[in-house]
């Protein structure tokens, strides 16, 4: 049974260039959870999705920061015009439907740097 | 708002020795959830334990057990007789049942760093 998978690991780009990150959740959630994880915090909630449905996206930290899932499968987190401060680790959980749709799995997560 | 509070930075013991990690939360739902995830340097979150706000009763699972109490708003995690691949940071984390019948994101502590010393 393979977990979540989350692609690239690692992302060196420059200031102002876009970044698109996937994420393959475990088969048969039907949640998944975009989190930022900065150096020394703990993850920060960002958007989730029940199967394509984006139901919470007043997180993002900005305009710049889409999401997507659009066949209730894997999902793209976008970061356009990326800046410095946007330096981070993005993790991706999925959890399974109901009763156990509480229970968040993570990936190994995708390290940006933005130079 | 929900928060949750690791008071501890950083903690470190020998190996053998017993280490409780504290977690305290607030939170105005009636129906609630919390969470224990360990983050080893790999960087991938491992889920722990579960607890929902309906079941205070303590768990165990090997070395590792768990406390919550309503009363104070706590939910802490015991590691007996630890070993060094305990070294990890470790967070505890809440959420709050969602408007969909389902619970949303986590609201993360800000982590406990463990080093087990050999």
């Known amino acids: 049974d393979t977990g979540v998978s989350q692609d690239p690991r690692h992302k060196i780009t420059k200031r102002g260039q876009n970044v698109t990150f996937r994420c393959d959740p475990i088969?048969?959630?039907?949640?998944l959870y975009w989190y930022r994880q900065t150096l020394g915090q703990g993850p920060e909630f960002l958007t989730y999705f029940q199967n394509e449905a984006q139901l919470e996206k007043s997180r993002l930290l900005s305009d710049r920061f889409s999401a997507e899932r659009p066949k209730g499968s894997f999902s793209t987190l976008e970061i356009q015009r990326t800046e410095q401060g946007d330096s981070a680790m993005y993790l991706c959980a999925s959890s399974p439907p109901f009763p156990y749709q509480e229970t968040q799995y993570f990936g190994p997560g995708t390290r940006l740097l933005v130079l | 708002a929900q928060k949750v509070t690791q008071a501890q930075t950083e903690i470190s013991v020998v190996e053998k020795e017993d280490v409780t990690l504290d977690c305290v939360y607030e939170t105005r739902d009636t129906t609630y959830y919390l969470f224990w995830y360990k983050q080893p340097p790999s960087g991938e979150l491992v889920f722990l334990i579960r607890?929902?706000?309906?079941?205070?009763q303590n768990e165990i699972s090997g070395r590792y057990s768990w406390n919550f109490q309503k009363s104070t708003s706590s939910f802490n995690f015991t590691i007996t007789a630890s070993q060094v691949v305990d070294s990890a940071v470790y967070f505890c984390a809440l959420s709050e049942a969602g408007s969909g019948g389902g619970a949303d994101g986590l609201t993360f502590g800000k982590g406990t760093h463990l080093i087990i010393q050999p």
């Open positions: 088969s048969e959630h039907n949640r």
């Open positions: 607890r929902n706000s309906f079941d205070e």
